[in-house]
């Protein structure tokens, strides 16, 4: 019996494993991140950044937010603001641990309704991301 049990825990373990690992590939985060912010759960979205995370400009490298507690002043009126912009990406690009996504919302045509940001994910989180700014 205790065979049986080590032989089955031998086989799921590395079926959990490929699931983690998964789950933490960039794709996913960047995936998950977007499913948070338009369920509006401020506290998942936080979840996927690091404590040490940073927000700046591209291409000029000015930095927007640095740190999680700087980041949840950011995106908090987004959240808790009357209009609930849900966000739709398309396209997304996937290098390694980078990935751009250009994210699109709905609005009158005399606002802005998109925006390209870039995320660095490494060991399943935002570790820096950029908002493109261009002229």
Same mark, same amino acid.
């Given at each position: 019996?205790?065979?049986?049990?080590?032989?089955?825990?031998?086989?799921?373990?590395? &079926?959990?494993?490929?699931?983690?690992? !998964?789950?933490? =590939?960039?794709?996913?985060?960047?995936?998950?991140?977007?499913?948070?912010?338009?369920?509006?759960? =401020?506290?998942?979205?936080?979840?996927?950044?690091?404590?040490?995370?940073?927000?700046?400009?591209?291409? !000029?490298?000015?930095?927007?937010?640095?740190? $999680?507690?700087?980041?949840?002043?950011?995106?908090?009126? =987004?959240? !808790?603001?009357?209009?609930?912009?849900?966000? $739709? &990406?398309?396209?997304?690009? &996937?290098?390694?641990?980078?990935?751009?996504?250009?994210?699109?919302?709905?609005?009158?045509?005399?606002?802005?309704? !998109?925006?390209?940001?870039?995320?660095?994910?490494?060991?399943?989180?935002?570790?820096?991301?950029?908002?493109?700014?261009?002229?």
């Amino acid at each position: 019996m205790t065979r049986l049990i080590v032989a089955l825990l031998a086989v799921a373990a590395p &079926v959990a494993q490929a699931q983690q690992r !998964s789950d933490t =590939l960039p794709v996913r985060i960047a995936e998950r991140q977007i499913e948070a912010f338009n369920a509006r759960d =401020l506290e998942t979205f936080l979840g996927f950044y690091a404590d040490d995370a940073v927000a700046a400009e591209f291409p !000029s490298g000015k930095v927007i937010w640095q740190g $999680k507690a700087a980041i949840r002043a950011g995106f908090t009126p =987004l959240f !808790s603001g009357p209009n609930r912009l849900v966000v $739709k &990406v398309e396209p997304r690009i &996937v290098q390694g641990t980078f990935v751009a996504d250009r994210e699109t919302w709905p609005g009158p045509p005399d606002q802005r309704n !998109s925006a390209v940001w870039m995320y660095e994910i490494t060991g399943g989180l935002i570790r820096r991301f950029w908002r493109v700014s261009l002229p």
